[in-house]
């Protein structure tokens, strides 16, 4: 499932910016236009207001057809004026975003979560947001894999988001339960290989078979202490205001939806340039 991010809706506080901006330009040019045909102005606050210079008189009624006279004739000055204003308004956004951004990131850092894949003492950590029914998951799966394979400092923390199904929430329970038995990446490995079967009798029968202590994960997956836990990692997830997986945080940035290999390390490049 791609990653879609819930955007505010700033329409309606755009529009009086804009309103704002064109009244102002008409302001602009009025005083513009006031001081070019005067020296020694005198504005007489009167019903008609006019503005006056050596016998030379210009009512705000004459006024405007022609400033509608110098926009027709330049429109590229509203343009140009509404086109600045749009930049430095994405600029701004960009920056407010990057730092909230930073902010929820170190209070993610601080989360503390023993579910994770490669290596548990490294350097560089990066978090992954995942559904085990989510097909681009699993084959997101294969890079991080490959990631990994390359990569003897990297961990990496999977944070659960099961928002597919009901079968989607048992999965995850199965392996937050599994961190009980110490077994937490072999049963996540599974459930993204091509073995993992499609109900509840038959995974636990495979996990059987792998060496892993089922009884245990039966007895613990449904207790308050893990549908808490699985209420956490989705709280995580609305503070970045993600619904969809997968979805990665490394170093500053957030990457939703499936990525390829060379784009991942790329990115990596850029977070961890030491690490590369």
Sequence with gaps: MGLYTKKKNTFSFKKILLFIIIISFFYFIYFYYSTYTQQNNTIQNSNDLIVSQNNQSLK??????????????????????????????????KSQIANKNKELIQKLKSYENNMFIGFN???????????????YCQKFHDVLLELIANNKNLRVEIIQLPILSDFSLDLAKI??????????????????????????????????????????????MNSVQITNKIMEHKALADLFRLNGTPALIIGNEIVPGYIDLPKLMEIMSKEFPNNA
């Design 175 to 220: 392996t937050m339960a599994s961190i009980l038995t110490g077994d937490f990446e072999k049963v996540h490995n599974y459930l993204y290989s091509s073995e993992r079967r499609s109900d509840l009798p038959e995974i636990f029968a495979d996990l059987f078979l792998r060496g892993i202590n089922i009884k245990s994960i039966k007895e613990n």
């Design 60 to 93: 705000l009624n004459e006024l405007e057809p022609l400033i509608k006279k110098i926009i027709s004739e330049n429109p590229e000055l509203i343009l140009e004026t509404v086109k600045k204003y749009q930049i430095e308004q994405s600029k701004i956004e």
């Design 121 to 135: 003492n490294a350097d560089t950590t990066i978090y992954e947001f995942v559904d085990y029914n989510c097909g």
